[in-house]
Structures are given as C-alpha cells and as structure tokens.
C-alpha cells in the first residue's frame, strides 16, 4: 500500500475499479458519472482534492446545509465523512476512499440542488412542446457539470449556492422552511377537537385549546403578544383575527369561522407540514428549469396567473382552473394565437355528461344557454326533431357574446389535452377561496387586459383586427407579434414576501404521492451508500 500523496492514483484504482464508491450517490444520470469524475480530478486522477482541511471542513457544513433544501445530509455520507476527518495520507487506501466519497457526495449534492431529487417524469410528468429545445440545453449542461464543480472547489459554500435555483421563490421558500423549523421543532401542536362552528363571540371549551393550537402554528404574530390567557373560553376579536390570518395563509374562506376546512387545516400534523415544505422544494427546483424571462406562468394550486416580459411583471390575475375530476394539466407549451369573439363547440366529455342529462331534464336549457344543435356537417338541426335518449353524432355550439362560456378571447397553445385559456362570463367565481369550477381549461380574470399585453407592439392593422372582432361578434384567429411561453404547474407551499409561509389546499391530491417517492428515494441512496461503505475492503 502506498501512503503517500505521489501514491493516491495507485490507492484510487482499486476503489474505482471496484465501481462502488465512485458511483454519485444516485444512478439516476449514471451516464455522466465517469465524465464528472474525470472532469473533478483531471484525466490522471494524481492528487486528492480534499486533504485541504479547511476546504474538507467547508464541504462537511454544505452537506449539512443541505438540510434546509429539504435533503436529507446522510444521502452523501457526511456521518461517515465527520468520522473519517483526522485521516491522513498515511492512511493509504482509506484517505482515497474518504476522498472519493468526498468528491461523490460534493458531485450529487450540486446535481440534486440543481436539478432535483427525483425525475420529474417518473412521478409528476410536464408536457412539453416538440419544439421546446429545453431539453438538450440541460443535457449540455449536465455533461459540464464536473467543469462547474472542478471551478467551484475553492469556494464550496459558493458553489452550492451557485446550483440551488436562481428563483426568488425558491430561495424565500428554503428560507422560511428554515425559521420554520426552528421555530416549531420544540413547540408541541395540540388538535383542536371536533365539535360545532366555532364563530366570534362563542363561548366553547375548544376556545382555549385554538388558541394554543394557532399561538404554537403561529409565523407572523409574536407569542408573547397574544395577550389573553389560554384557559379563556371567549373567542374574542384577537383570536378572530389571528384565524382570519390562519385561514388567508391556507386559502381558506376568511370569515373568522372554524368549519370543517379549516379545521382540517389546523390539526394537520407539523411533520406533514415539513414533508410538504420539502416536496415544495423540490418541485421548485424542477420549476426553475422552465422558467424564462418572458413567461405567462399559471400557478395551478394558487388558481393564478402571472405574465411577465423581459423579466418585469406585465400582469397578473385571478384564475379559476379545473375541478379535481377534470384537473388542469401541468405543461409548458407557446401561445401562438388569440381567437376574439370565439364560438364555443361543447367538448364531448362535457357533451355527454353535462349537457345531455340537462336536456333530457329540459329542452328549454338549449334556448336558455343560446346552444345550437348540429350536425357532423355543421347542419343546423330543430332540437324538437332529435330522440334526445339516443341523439346520434351531433355537436353543440354556442355563438359569439359576452355570454359564451369562453367569454370574449381564446388564448391558443399547442397541447394534447384541448385545453386554453379564455374568458369567461362567470366572473363572480373569482372572488370565492376555492377557483376549482373549470373542465381542466383556465378561465381567466380581466382576460381582454392579458390579450391587450400580449399585443403590445403590434400593428394598428392587428389592433384595428381585434377591434372589429369583438365589436361586430364576429370570430378572428389573430396571431401574436411573437410566440409567447406558457407554463403550466402545481405547487401547495410558497413563501410570501413578509417570510410566512402559505399553504395550499392539495386541490389534486398530489403531495402524498410525492412525499412517498421522496422518503423511499433518499432511503434508497441511504442504504446503497452505507452497504457499500460496510463492504469496501479499504474501511474495514
């Protein structure tokens, strides 16, 4: 065995040879693995990259900060990496292990911050348009990725803060999730029991215990000045408020009243809390991928829509989105065109489970919602003609007004799902908490405002186009002065710009089925990682 520094690549062969502790902590991009290393330590692999202390010492407090991603530090080996720390060159075989576990876990942990821990097409797939060229840009980069690495070494700390996600929402959101858990990891949650509506003014001997339960939930009022006594069984007007706050920060109807939703919300369990701050993580790290600086971004959860060009918000608004039968797709796609003073053709699955049972109950609903029946042809047909229990290959389409269930304007994208944004007549549903009312299609606030941004900078020709659309009802596909991005995604946790959290109904009921395959892929890495450390003949 060779015990000096001259004699590390004679130490590293057999361990490389080997294969398992020059695996990246995750087979995931096993294809890169050979390049990053190389690429790490140069073709040679002559000299250690981490007998430097101070810099073995900055790698240890990253991979311990990973925590705050919501990664789990044992996936890269820092317990043995903290045990293994006064090793020396003279310890042969045993240094260039603890070198090569160094440069692994430095290499998956920049890869996991950058790119995330699991494959977003496994278990939470996006849509993307064929043209979308996102695809081989990331390939380029993976491949560079030991480049990056190889720069970085001086500057550890700055390096792993150069691959988290550049996104101001990510970056608030790890920061929270941090006060947050230092906040609440002494601090019990006691469940508030069921029982009746909790309303102002009440006398309830579960007063007491709301109380408790929001003071230690709470992250925007001061303990300490919660100025009442928790044994009071009056819900008085400070409490009303600190439930209204409860409730606006979970998209809860903001009344002041503990009903079912809310108190649902309450009892949830602080470690469900942390899974979904952790799995929120994640999805941003695979959020900041599609992001570019002109975007239309339609946050699902949120039932919002965000238009920024040139990386300034342009605009923003209200969104009602599918129920969770018909959810709205996740997907990243380009508006080409906009349909003014659209037509409405009724889609089939809404045809036959909508449509259909309100005829049968009553013809009248055909006049009533200005349908028209035709034919395969586009015939109109008498709906007094037609054996409404077997109508045959018929369509329903609604004419052009301020009525038609798309409203005034169509905003067109290329996706397998036939869904777009529009208008819509149905403006009185903006202001409810809960915007889940769509067949999967986004109905859009102040849409004509969105279309108006849309067409900035196009010619008095298009303008005078538009114009004569909507005021003559007539229906004009009318292109874009340029293809605009659209995405399309879903997230429950988010951290606003005073540091508190909000949380989101699981409208589509998608954390459970992410917070699983999160714990069992770093589970997986975990036990991997430590069969392979008890086996390697240089630890034992």
């Not at 317990?79 to 720390?85: A, H």
């Not at 009892?267 to 799995?279: F, G, P, V, W």
């Not at 300034?312 to 599918?322: D, K, L, S, T």
């Amino acid at each position: 065995m060779n015990n000096s520094l001259g004699g590390f690549a004679s130490n590293l062969a057999p361990i490389m040879s080997d294969g398992g502790l020059c695996r990246v902590p995750d087979s995931s991009k096993s294809q890169y693995q050979a390049v990053w290393l190389q690429s790490l330590y140069g073709n040679s692999f002559s000299a250690p990259l981490w007998s430097d202390i101070e810099r073995y010492d900055a790698l240890l407090a990253a991979l311990a900060d990973v925590k705050w991603d919501g990664l789990d530090p044992k996936m890269y080996g820092l317990l043995q990496l903290e045990e293994w720390r006064s090793i020396s060159s003279a310890d042969g075989e045993t240094f260039a292990c603890r070198d090569l576990l160094a440069s692994t876990a430095y290499l998956a942990a920049l890869y996991h911050l950058q790119y995330g821990l699991l494959d977003r097409s496994d278990i939470a797939p996006l849509w993307r348009l064929v043209e979308d060229k996102s695809s081989g840009v990331e390939a380029a980069s993976l491949e560079n990725l030991g480049v990056v690495a190889r720069r970085g070494l001086q500057y550890i700390r700055a390096s792993f803060d150069s691959a988290r996600p550049k996104l101001p929402a990510y970056r608030k959101l790890r920061s929270a999730y941090k006060n947050w858990h230092e906040l609440h990891s002494e601090v019990s949650w006691p469940i508030v029991p069921p029982g009746p509506l909790l309303k102002p003014g009440m006398e309830d001997v579960r007063v007491s215990i709301l109380r408790q339960r929001l003071a230690s939930q709470i992250n925007g009022f001061d303990q300490q000045n919660v100025r009442h006594s928790y044994i009071t069984d009056h819900y008085d007007a400070e409490l009303v408020e600190m439930v209204k706050d409860f409730q606006a920060r979970h998209r809860l109807k903001v009344d002041g009243v503990v009903g079912p939703e809310t108190l649902a919300a309450l009892n949830l369990s602080r470690n469900y809390r942390e899974e979904q701050l952790k799995i929120n993580l994640e999805r941003m790290r695979w959020l900041a991928r599609e992001i570019s600086p002109t975007l239309l971004l339609v946050d699902i959860a949120g039932a919002k829509a965000t238009y920024t060009h040139e990386g300034e918000i342009g605009w923003q608004g209200r969104v009602q989105v599918g129920t969770a039968r018909r959810p709205t797709p996740t997907l990243r796609s380009s508006i080409t065109h906009l349909t003014f003073s659209p037509t409405w053709t009724v889609p089939p699955t809404i045809y036959r489970q909508d449509k259909l049972p309100e005829i049968r109950r009553s013809i009248a609903y055909l006049a009533k919602n200005r349908l028209r029946v035709l034919d395969r042809d586009g015939r109109e047909l008498n709906p007094a003609t037609i054996d409404w229990q077997n109508p045959g290959p018929i369509k329903l389409r609604q004419d052009p007004g301020p009525s038609n269930a798309l409203g005034l304007v169509v905003f067109r994208f290329p996706n397998p799902f036939s869904v777009f944004l529009h208008d819509t007549p149905y403006q009185s549903l903006f202001a409810s908490h809960k915007r889940t009312f769509s067949s999967g299609c986004v109905r859009v606030e102040a849409a004509k405002q969105l279309a108006d941004k849309l067409f900035v900078g196009a010619s008095q020709k298009t303008q005078n186009a538009i114009n004569d659309a909507l005021l003559n009802k007539q229906t004009r596909n009318i292109p874009l002065p340029a293809s605009v991005p659209i995405l399309m995604d879903y997230w429950t946790a988010r951290a606003l710009d005073d540091g508190r959290l909000e949380f989101r109904p699981d409208v589509y009921h998608r954390d459970a089925k992410l917070m699983a395959a999160l714990k069992a892929q770093q589970r997986i890495i975990i036990n991997t990682l430590f069969t392979e450390l008890e086996e390697h003949p240089a630890i034992m």
